[in-house]
């Protein structure tokens, strides 16, 4: 009975660690195939609640456009192996200062906004990626490389902006603008499951290859299957700053005459959306 006793225990013993062995190897295939050491993604869908996004008489929502995206993107990552966090999961209003609050409080992890543009140009269309720190460049160069190399809108690049939930985030942090909803084909494309689908793993391909980019301090590259080159991109927070300073000198000229409409200067480019405001 002992001996049988001691036999039953070895081969339970060899089956548990077996089974253990098979549990770290299911777990090494679905983790993330970067070098990167941030493994948690928070993930912004844009607007929310009674925040509808786009402008005024826009036909297609925003807000329900970046959720889809959003939970897309989540189930994506979230297969390969990364932690994955909501700012919202739902068609609910999220304030700035919460959404950049949930960012900072993972300090292993970066931060993913997504949007869709709009304009009064119903011919305005493309893809753009904001970022505004220096460590940010390198996530916001891998998705713009995957994002706006696997749509058929045009590229209009890489922008450094300092919008507030770029600007007031610890962490790598990127704003997507993943096409018009103004513009008739790319608003068509944007409601096409296929579509919001090929985004959300065209976002994720960047997620896992920002570590292959050239890094934004030093000439150094990541040794990797796939070389992404890091993005040139347009500095545009020094053209806000010169709008400023000339808004003020024109709001002194101006004193004695009637005030004009506070509505800002139009641009191709939604700029007074509440997701961006800075």
């Given amino acids: 009975m002992p001996t049988n006793l001691y036999g039953f225990r070895l081969f339970a013993s060899s089956l548990l660690i077996a089974f253990l062995g098979t549990l770290s190897t299911a777990h090494a295939k679905r983790a993330p195939k970067d070098s990167g050491s941030s493994t948690t993604v928070v993930i912004d869908a844009g607007h929310g609640g009674y925040d509808r996004g786009g402008i005024p008489g826009q036909s297609v ?8 995206v959003a939970q897309r993107l989540k189930k994506t990552l979230a297969a390969s192996g990364y932690r994955v966090v909501m700012t919202r999961d739902s068609d609910v209003f999220i304030p700035l200062g919460t959404r950049v609050a949930i960012a900072n409080s993972y300090s292993n ?24 720190s ?9 998705v713009h490389y995957f994002v706006a190399g696997g749509a058929p809108s045009s590229n209009r690049n890489v922008r450094r902006r300092g919008y ?10 990127v704003l997507v603008e993943c096409g018009f ?11 096409t499951a296929s579509y919001r689908q090929k985004l959300a793993e065209e976002i994720a391909a960047g997620v896992r290859g920002r570590s292959s980019v050239a890094s934004a301090l030093t000439t150094t590259r990541v040794a990797t299957s796939e070389s992404i080159p890091l993005q040139p991109y347009i500095d545009q927070t020094k053209v806000a700053k010169s709008k400023g300073r000339r808004s003020k000198r024109s709001h002194k000229k101006s004193t004695r005459r009637k005030k004009s409409s506070s509505k800002p200067a139009g641009s191709e480019a939604k700029a007074g959306s509440k997701d961006r405001e800075g």
């Avoid at 869709?116 to 011919?123: C, E, P, Q, T």
């Fill in 61 to 68: 929502s925003e807000k329900e456009m970046t959720l889809d």
């Fill in 109 to 132: 992890a970066i931060f993913v906004s997504i949007h869709f543009n709009s304009a009064k140009r119903s011919g305005a269309g493309g893809i753009e990626t904001y970022f505004y």
């Fill in 134 to 142: 220096r460590e940010s460049l390198p996530l916001a160069s891998a």
């Fill in 164 to 173: 507030y939930v770029l600007r007031k985030t610890a962490i790598p942090a």
């Fill in 181 to 191: 909803l103004t513009n008739p084909s790319e608003a068509a494309l944007a409601q």
